[in-house]
C-alpha cells in the first residue's frame, strides 16, 4: 500500500475482532510512526500501549464514572462546536446513527453509543499518548497529532484498523491509576487499535469532506 492509498483508506474503525494483535506487530506499528517529524526532533510523546486485563478495568471504570454521572475532565480542554464546524459534527452523527440504527429519538441508544468512546470501541488494545508537562502546550499538540496520524496509518500496513478517541481519555485519573502515567505527563488521546469487524456497521461510514476549493487559498497561481 503506498502513502497515497493509505491516507484515501484510512477511517475510523469503531468495531474489531476480538483477536489480539501480537506485541511485536505493536512494536513494529509504534518503530515506524516514530519516524514522525517533531519540532527541533524534540519526539514529546510517550506512548503507553494497554491490552488485556488492565484494558478491561479501564473500561470497566470509564463506565462507572460515566454511568455516576461525572464530567469528563480531559488534560486537553475541548469547548462546543459552533457553526460550520457544528454542522459537521451533526453530519457526521447522523450518518453513524443512521449506519447503526439509532433512531433521533432513542436516547437510550445513543446514550449506549456515546459509551463506545469510553470503551475504547472493545478494541483489544489501546494506545495512550501523553507528553511532559515542561513542553509548551500548543506546539507539542501538534507534534503528538502528527504521530497520531502515523500510527494510524502504519497500523493499515499490519491489516489493522485504528480510531483515534479523545473519549478514550476523558477521565485521566483513570488512565494514571491503572497505566501509572504520572501527574507530570499531560494526556492528549487515545487510539483503539486491532483488526476491523468490517460486519459491524458504522465501520461502514464514508465521512465527508470539504472540497479543496472551499479551505484553500491559492495565490502565486494563474
Ligand atoms: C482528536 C480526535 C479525537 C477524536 N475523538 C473521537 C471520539 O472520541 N469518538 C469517536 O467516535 N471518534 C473520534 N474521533 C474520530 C473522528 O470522529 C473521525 O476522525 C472523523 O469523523 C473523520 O472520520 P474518519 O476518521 O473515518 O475519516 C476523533 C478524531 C480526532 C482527530
Not at 18 to 37: C, F, T, Y
Not at 67 to 79: L, M, Q
Request: hydrophobic fraction near 40%.
Amino acid at each position: 500500500m503506498d502513502n497515497i492509498e493509505a491516507l484515501n483508506v484510512r477511517k475510523s474503525i469503531r468495531g474489531y475482532k476480538p483477536d489480539m494483535v501480537p506485541k511485536e506487530v505493536l512494536m513494529e506499528v509504534l518503530k515506524v510512526a516514530g519516524r514522525s517529524p517533531s519540532a527541533t526532533n524534540t519526539q514529546p510523546w510517550h506512548i503507553t500501549v494497554v491490552s488485556g486485563e488492565m484494558l478491561d478495568r479501564i473500561k470497566h471504570r470509564n463506565m462507572e464514572l460515566l454511568a455516576s454521572g461525572a464530567a469528563p475532565h480531559p488534560d486537553i480542554p475541548y469547548k462546543s462546536y459552533t457553526g460550520v464546524y457544528r454542522r459537521r459534527q451533526i453530519e457526521l452523527a447522523i450518518q453513524l446513527f443512521q449506519l447503526m440504527g439509532i433512531e433521533r429519538g432513542d436516547s437510550d441508544r445513543r446514550a449506549e453509543w456515546n459509551t463506545r468512546g469510553y470503551r475504547f470501541f472493545d478494541a483489544p488494545a489501546a494506545i495512550i499518548i501523553s507528553s511532559d508537562r515542561s513542553m509548551e502546550e500548543s506546539i507539542s499538540q501538534l507534534d503528538i497529532g502528527i504521530i497520531t496520524q502515523s500510527i494510524c496509518l502504519a497500523a493499515l500496513g499490519y491489516g489493522l484498523g485504528t480510531c483515534i478517541s479523545g473519549q478514550g481519555v476523558m477521565f485521566p485519573e483513570v488512565l494514571r491509576e491503572f497505566v501509572g502515567i504520572p501527574e507530570s505527563r499531560r494526556i492528549s488521546i487515545s487510539i483503539a487499535i486491532g483488526y476491523p469487524d468490517w460486519d459491524f456497521p458504522a465501520n461502514k461510514l464514508e465521512s465527508k469532506r470539504e472540497l479543496v476549493e472551499n479551505i484553500t487559498t491559492w495565490v502565486g497561481f494563474n
